[in-house]
């Protein structure tokens, strides 16, 4: 009965031993786990950097566009990759150019004209040569057909200038479109429709069509 006693006494003396040890190593990990300096890795530049650079060069665009077309017609187009717009600005250009030359072509027979008629009114005795064509037509007529071909030629100046502007800011919209993100999300659907009149009930339908535009995530 003693022996017994003494080695269960012996065990539970081991037992206790064994479990402050574990005890010991377990607190001193914890200890050294909460002591030590907690690293919080910077978030990475790799995502944010194309992102803030790619905003950046986007909304350079627009005004680099405009100004090249401004130096240069047709250079915004063609920095926006609308190579197929340069044609239509060019020869947007060849015809005002055109219509420009006719009107002032047209200007001076008219106004030669309109000046010997009034130098031969005014010296009978040495007179200038008349267009045989424009015989028909009395002096009023002729200032008035000369006034009208100043006027158009002054009008196709004035629509050189306004095309050259339009050239620029169709430059700086479609840069503008490229911040915006056109992709399958977008969905457009047009389908035929019956609608019923709203100003009454009882007349009879009639077809229309329906366009809905709508975006999926």
Excluded: C, H
């Excluded at 909460?34 to 790799?46: D, F, G, Q, S, Y």
């Excluded at 130096?71 to 600005?89: A, D, E, F, S």
């Excluded at 030629?153 to 339009?166: E, K, M, N, S």
């Amino acid at each position: 009965m003693l022996r017994i006693l003494i080695i269960l006494g012996g065990l539970i003396i081991a037992n206790a031993s064994f479990a402050q040890v574990d005890s010991t190593a377990f607190s001193t990990d914890t200890t050294r786990a909460i002591n030590k300096p907690l690293t919080v890795k910077p978030p990475t530049k790799a995502a944010s950097v194309p992102k803030t650079a790619e905003r950046i060069r986007l909304e350079k665009m627009p005004p680099r566009a405009a100004f090249r077309s401004a130096v240069i017609p047709g250079w915004g187009q063609l920095t926006n990759k609308r190579w197929w717009k340069i044609p239509l600005v060019y020869g947007g250009f060849v015809g005002i150019a055109l219509i420009y030359d006719f009107n002032q072509t047209n200007y001076k027979i008219f106004l030669t004209e309109a000046q010997n008629r009034d130098f031969n009114r005014l010296n009978p005795k040495a007179l200038r040569p008349l267009n045989p064509a424009f015989v028909p037509y009395d002096n009023t007529g002729i200032i008035t057909i000369k006034d009208g071909y100043r006027r158009n030629r002054d009008l196709t100046i004035l629509g050189g200038a306004a095309f050259y502007a339009v050239t620029i800011i169709d430059a700086y919209i479609d840069a503008k479109f490229f911040r915006f993100d056109i992709s399958d999300d977008l969905a457009l659907q047009v389908k035929p429709s019956v609608q019923q009149p709203y100003y009454s009930s009882f007349a009879t339908p009639l077809p229309s069509v329906t366009v809905k535009l709508s975006f999926s995530k």
